[in-house]
Nanobody
Framework: QVQLVESGGGLVQPGGSLRLSCAAS????????AAWYRQAPGNQRELVAS???????DYADSAKGRFTMSRDNTQNTVSLQMNSLKLEDTAVYYC???????????????WGQGTQVTVSS
């Protein structure tokens, strides 16, 4: 059974940095496209950043210039480097990815369990 496992959340002061990682557990699966979403209390889940097979990344306006999404195909992971964090970045961050099962080349979308990011002084 494959899962997306997130790590790296925590408590940070405004202006600080955090790096989130998302790994596809289980053998025989590859991350094709991936994205980070976040959901703050009382808000809808929103897209923060996406990365495609080519390595090209897109960002929400709120993340541009501060967040960088990257991928490591050898480790089958994606990361989100978050700098200059603001109070309004506080949310649960979720990894979402299309995983290809190499055995039969099928594609399926998965969500991680979420990791809490709290920006507070």
């Amino acid at each position: 059974q494959v899962q997306l496992v997130e790590s790296g959340g925590g408590l940070v002061q405004p202006g600080g940095s955090l790096r989130l990682s998302c790994a596809a557990s289980g053998n025989g699966f590859s991350i094709v496209n991936a994205a980070w979403y976040r959901q703050a209390p009382g808000n809808q889940r929103e897209l923060v950043a996406s990365i495609f097979g080519s390595g090209t990344a897109d960002y929400a306006d709120s993340a541009k210039g501060r967040f960088t999404m990257s991928r490591d195909n050898t480790q089958n992971t994606v990361s989100l480097q978050m700098n200059s964090l603001k109070l309004e970045d506080t949310a649960v961050y979720y990894c979402n990815a299309d995983l290809r099962r190499r055995a039969d080349n099928t594609l399926r979308n998965y969500w991680g369990q979420g990791t809490q990011v709290t920006v507070s002084s």
